[in-house]
């Protein structure tokens, strides 16, 4: 398999440590010493039999600091986007260029750089199983992961006809995907047994793929093979789940468990370091009286944080920024971010 790092995005929920010049993906959120893009390197090297195999797509903006980041990757092997136009033009040209170079047949695994998984060898077999599917077959395979409780931050993925097993894993073609739910319809979900979260994770052929592509998003992919990547402004702004997985026929899911969270906001910091004798999740240095159930973040060791009498809440320093917000409404941090973007005192803490 060739594995691709999808590394574009902003991580604005990690707002004010994740930055324009440092977005969330060159962060260490997970307690190891390595940026989530470097982990994620790290995680896929075993898969793709060393450097000379492993991509990287990401934004102009940021590309200077993936080299830093990652200075053994191939300059051939790293794309960048003149603009973001989300996951489906990124697939798109990725998978061009991967055919271009290794053929139709090559297997490619598309992989966002800011997931964290806990079972390196259990992540490994999952995907042994999804190119063993893809190669014999034509499948776009996606890797759902089994909730674990009713989310209504994640997609989901209804299982429908099982079509076989590989490496001891259950394949099922996918019936639908299916949008964030409210609370009620995803408890229903759990209930029901066949739904998964949808991880992001993809792995199919490049023929595959680029064939599914011109059938339901020629308006992407054809532009691209004909101008190439300077087309990018003008291509539609889609996500893959959109522009192709909601309308293809070959979609199969793998439910799968290693571990896994997708870091979308603070509250991720807790569920990956808290434990039942923490009263806070503590990454700086804090005295507290009265506090509890609270994520107290502070970028530089020498900054002192004190609280009295909190619950629930997310503190976060960093440089000059304090972010305090209810753990129940970090998702708000975007609107706050637009605001910001909208007056020219603010704009150079975005």
């Known amino acids: 398999m060739i594995p691709v790092i999808l590394a574009g995005g902003k991580g604005e929920r990690f707002w004010p440590l994740s930055r324009k010049d440092k977005p969330k993906q060159f962060l260490n959120l997970d307690g190891s010493s390595q940026s989530l893009l470097q982990s994620t390197a790290k995680r896929l090297l075993n898969v793709s039999g060393g450097w000379d195999n492993l991509w990287v797509i990401t934004s102009s903006q940021i590309s200077q600091g993936v080299e830093q980041q990652l200075p053994n990757l191939l300059p051939s092997n790293l794309l960048v986007e ?6 489906a033009a990124a697939i798109a040209w ?116 680029l064939q599914e592509l011109h059938t339901h998003t020629p308006e992407i992919v054809i532009p691209l093979a004909e101008h190439g990547p300077g087309i990018y402004p003008s291509l539609p702004k889609q996500s893959i789940d959109y522009a192709l997985m909601e309308k293809t026929n070959l979609a199969y899911v793998l439910p799968v468990e290693f571990g896994w969270d997708d870091l979308g906001d603070w509250n991720a910091i807790e569920r990956l370091l808290k434990t039942q004798e923490d009263q806070n999740v503590e990454l700086a240095t804090h005295v507290g009286l009265h506090t509890q159930g609270t994520i107290i973040y502070a970028s530089d060791p020498n900054d002192l944080v004190v609280t009295i009498g909190l619950e629930n809440l997310v503190i976060v ?23 910001l973007q909208s007056d020219p005192r603010f704009t150079d803490l975005l």
Request: aromatic share 10%; proline share 3%; net charge neutral.
């Open 82 to 87: 003149l603009e973001g136009r989300d996951t």
């Open 94 to 209: 990725a998978s061009l260029e991967i055919q271009k170079r290794h053929g139709d047949d090559t297997v490619i695994g598309f992989f966002p750089a800011d997931h964290w998984i806990a079972d390196q060898e259990a992540f490994e077999n999952t995907l042994s199983a999804a190119t063993q599917l893809a190669t014999s077959t034509q499948a776009i395979v996606t890797l759902g992961i089994k909730p674990s409780f009713p989310s209504t931050a994640y997609g989901y993925i209804e299982q429908g006809e099982r079509v076989g097993k590989f490496n001891n894993l259950p394949v099922y073609h996918v019936n639908r995907f299916t949008e964030k739910p409210n609370r009620e319809i995803a408890e229903h979900f759990l209930s029901t047994g066949r739904f998964s979260w949808n991880s992001g994770m993809f792995v199919f052929r490049a023929g595959v793929i």
């Open 317 to 339: 320093r960093d440089r000059n920024v304090t972010l305090i917000v209810d753990k129940d409404r970090t998702q708000e941090i975007k609107q706050v971010l637009k605001k």
